[in-house]
T-cell receptor, first 114, second 116 residues
């Protein structure tokens, strides 16, 4: 069964600290993995997209890694800011026929306090 | 427009009524997606359009749900005979549709549906 699991479910950190969010998946055949940031009451915003051959991708203070062998991804946030408070959603695409089927994780709720 | 827009932003309806949700994608985006996000749950994929056709309808939860897209632009998601479990935020996204597997999807603000 195609599944995406994220951990931790929620996380509280102090402003300026780093943190790492985890995403484990059992999706086959794998097409790509995306990380989204969703502010409360808003639609998700794409942070990174990685295909099978990519190990790491950065977007400002956000760095995503992918290990396709162990089927794990992480999102590292450096020097956190109050505006980083949001839900972070991992989405894995399963290639089905000639289209992708998106499987969503339930997200990690990050709160950054001053 | 500057981004994906959805209307209405909030909809309260009575059980058994039909509702229609609208999505205006970013101009020029050929791919359009509908998702549902229930309280405390992750995003759930419903359907996507490439142009006016829907290659993947597998996410629609029941035959009470239908969607259409006309002119390769505006899309409507219709829920017939609404049930309380349909209460959720319905999100629409669009993308260029050039390379489906790696397109960045741009999301609208969502429509919050409450079924009483």
């Amino acid at each position: 069964k195609n599944q995406v699991e994220q951990s931790p479910q929620s996380l509280i950190i102090l402003e300026g600290k780093n943190c790492t969010l985890q995403c484990n998946y059992t999706v086959s055949p794998f097409s790509n993995l995306r990380w989204y940031k969703q502010d409360t009451g808003r639609g998700p915003v794409s942070l990174t997209i990685m295909t099978f051959s990519e190990n790491t991708k950065s977007n400002g203070r956000y760095t995503a890694t992918l290990d396709a062998d162990t089927k794990q991804s992480s999102l590292h946030i450096t020097a956190s800011q109050l505006s980083d408070s949001a839900s972070y959603i991992c989405v894995v695409s399963a290639l089905r026929y000639n289209t992708d089927k998106l499987i969503f994780g339930t997200g990690t709720r990050l709160q950054v306090f001053p | 427009g500057a981004g994906v827009s959805q209307s209405p932003s909030n909809k309260v309806t009575e059980k058994g009524k039909d509702v229609e949700l609208r999505c205006d994608p970013i101009s020029g985006h050929t791919a359009l997606y509908w998702y549902r996000q229930s309280l405390g749950q992750g995003l759930e994929f419903l359907i996507y359009f490439q142009g006016n056709s829907a290659p993947d309808k597998s996410g629609l939860p029941s035959d009470r749900f239908s969607a259409e897209r006309t002119g390769g632009s505006v899309s409507t998601l219709t829920i017939q005979r609404t049930q309380q479990e349909d209460s959720a935020v319905y999100l629409c996204a669009s993308s260029l549709g050039l390379a489906f597997s790696t397109d960045t999807q741009y999301f609208g603000p969502g429509t919050r549906l409450t079924v009483l």
